[in-house]
């Protein structure tokens, strides 16, 4: 127990094991239990090495049915008590498992889009799946190693001196210089491990992007390439982990000399004492077969070493996840009931590794039931725009505020419940037609859906799936057409009624007649609220209340369509164009 003891103490200011600890004190009846299962696993590991020392000893006055009988009895005792610690160490070591998976998770959901910027999306995924692999193996494994060596090592070493302290000092040298050799082959595993850990995120990304982006290198014919570029980096890994297997293959060999080397020494002093008549042949016998039972716990210190270094390894990167932030603002603490007016005033915003601002000196009001439309070239900033009312990013510099109070004393969530946003990136999920929709709104019934279905001009679409409302539309909407991804977002987005409705872009995968559809249903169901549109079509904001024209982040015109065409200027020349090109088709 000295030996647990100072190896917890040495470790307390280590945060992965202070981590591991924690997790031990809070689930310390378990523990406990696992603790005093090994305690008796431990002691009846000596017992059948004392029978060995009495039979060979006193072999004629001791009965071999009692010794076997003896023998039997500890063995049983010996194995339940392994399946018990055994059975709970691991169970406890899953439980750690799905705790850090769901507050790495809790952690993901909570966080705003700066955040997902900071991690590529396969190392993320490699943090939240691998990494806490890893961290269970050190809570499961690696306590096992750490409790079982040192039960062990805490009751065959003091029998072994009450033997014979002499012979036992002799027999542990080879342990000794076992232990440090096994130290310093260990020193260079830390940063072959981070490599190897590397290149497995390395791997994750590859593997994402090739899926994610599958039909593009079809339609380049980019297969061989990335086929062999995943063979050089799967060959990468490969080296990686030969080399920390050429390392631990140096422990075997050093064990198994240090095992003969302590035998020898063993016997050869055994060979003296007992001719001076200081222990017998059984206790030399004794102390031999203690020694044999010593190697397998400190050979068990190789798979500590790459379960600790890989564990390390995996919570720096976790902990990195986990307290990484998203740069935002504390959250506000009044909630946001209703929207009555939003105003900017001098307002540029920048992203964190831009060079120069994404808008510059916005100002403009939106009052509730007002439809305010956002046209421009690409890259003009409107997206970036419509993302200061989402809140996804910190708030810039200037003025804004709703209903005449900073935006940032609002809670993020109030802000949200109000608003409905229908993103550039039609972003749905491989389940049916009506469970994408219903996640708009929570407990929504058939009418509900059917209506939002309607608004979204998206029944005769829906009539013609195999399934209906029932298809599975595939991972990201992978089985549909992109009109039809952006109209399920649309109807997801309506079904929820929200004070204030963001369309980014969300009609230009859909054809001029279904966009006018779409618009007059926005006109007639959403008359008394809010609507921001941003398009590059100019027909899609032609019944806008106001319209800003962006361009590098500026407003360069803005008013009614009407006022906006008298002035003859971008959005004229725009509107002269898309009418001339409609009379063409």
Not at 319 to 337: N, Y
């Amino acid at each position: 127990w000295a030996f647990l003891c100072t190896f917890f103490f040495f470790f307390k200011r280590n945060i992965l094991f202070a981590l591991v600890l924690d997790y031990v004190r809070k689930n310390k009846w378990t523990y406990l239990l696992v603790a005093v299962s090994l305690i008796v696993y431990d002691a009846t590991l000596v017992i059948p090495t004392q029978v060995v020392q009495r039979l060979v000893d006193a072999i004629t006055k001791q009965s071999l049915t009692e010794a076997g009988l003896f023998l039997i009895l500890a063995t049983l005792v010996n194995y339940g008590s392994a399946f018990i610690w055994h059975l709970k160490l691991f169970q406890q070591s899953i439980h750690f498992k799905f705790d850090m998976q769901q507050r790495a998770f809790h952690k993901l959901v909570a966080m705003r889009t700066p955040f997902y910027e900071k991690f590529r999306s396969g190392d993320m995924m490699t943090r939240f799946s691998t990494d806490v692999e890893m961290l269970q193996d050190m809570v499961g494994y690696g306590l096992m190693i750490i409790l079982y060596a040192g039960g062990m090592i805490a009751f065959v070493i003091p029998v072994m001196f009450l033997i014979s302290w002499e012979i036992s000092l002799v027999g542990m040298i080879p342990i000794v210089i076992m232990t440090f050799g096994t130290y310093k082959v260990s020193q260079p595993l830390e940063t072959k491990v981070d490599e190897a850990r590397d290149a497995i995120s390395e791997l994750s990304n590859e593997v994402l992007e090739t899926v994610e982006g599958i039909r593009v290198i079809r339609a380049y014919s980019k297969k061989d390439q990335l086929s062999s570029r995943f063979a050089k980096k799967t060959a990468a890994l490969s080296a990686r982990w030969n080399d920390i297997a050429r390392y631990r293959a140096l422990y075997m060999p050093m064990y198994s000399l240090m095992l003969g080397l302590s035998t020898v020494l063993i016997l050869g002093s055994g060979l003296y004492f007992m001719e001076t008549g200081q222990v017998s042949l059984g206790q030399v016998v004794a102390l031999q077969l203690y020694v044999v039972s010593l190697v397998e716990p400190f050979a068990m210190l190789s798979d500590f070493i790459l379960v600790y270094q890989t564990g390390k390894t995996s919570f720096g990167k976790l902990q990195e996840l986990i307290e990484t932030g998203d740069d935002m603002e504390e959250d506000g603490r009044k909630d946001l009931d209703h929207l009555r007016e939003i105003r900017l005033e001098d307002y540029s915003f920048s992203y964190a590794q831009a060079s120069q601002p994404s808008l510059k000196d916005i100002s403009l009001t939106l009052k509730a039931g007002q439809t305010l439309g956002l046209v421009g070239k690409t890259g003009a900033g409107k997206t970036s725009l419509v993302r200061q009312f989402l809140r996804q990013y910190p708030v810039g510099e200037g003025t804004f505020t709703i209903n005449g109070r900073p935006i940032t004393d609002y809670s993020r969530k109030s802000l949200e419940a109000l608003i409905g946003y229908v993103p550039q990136e039609h972003v749905l999920f491989s389940r049916t037609v009506w469970e994408n929709i219903a996640m708009g709104k929570v407990q929504a019934d058939q009418e509900e859906i059917k209506q939002a279905i309607s608004t979204a001009a998206f029944e005769e679409d829906v009539e013609r799936m195999a399934d209906g409302l029932d298809t599975t539309i595939g991972e990201r909407g992978v089985s549909i057409s992109g009109g039809q991804k952006q109209r399920i977002s649309i109807a997801r987005a309506f079904i929820r009624e929200p004070e204030l409705l963001i369309l980014d872009d969300s009609l230009s995968a859909v054809d001029a007649r279904t966009e006018r559809q779409i618009i007059q249903n926005i006109q007639q169901e959403r008359a008394e609220k809010t609507n921001i549109i941003v398009t590059h079509r100019l027909s899609a904001v032609h019944h806008a209340d106001w319209v800003l024209v962006l361009d590098e982040g500026r407003i360069i015109e803005e008013g009614t369509p009407d006022q906006l065409l008298a002035q003859e200027g971008w959005y004229y020349q725009q509107y002269q164009r898309q009418q001339a090109q409609g009379e063409e088709e």
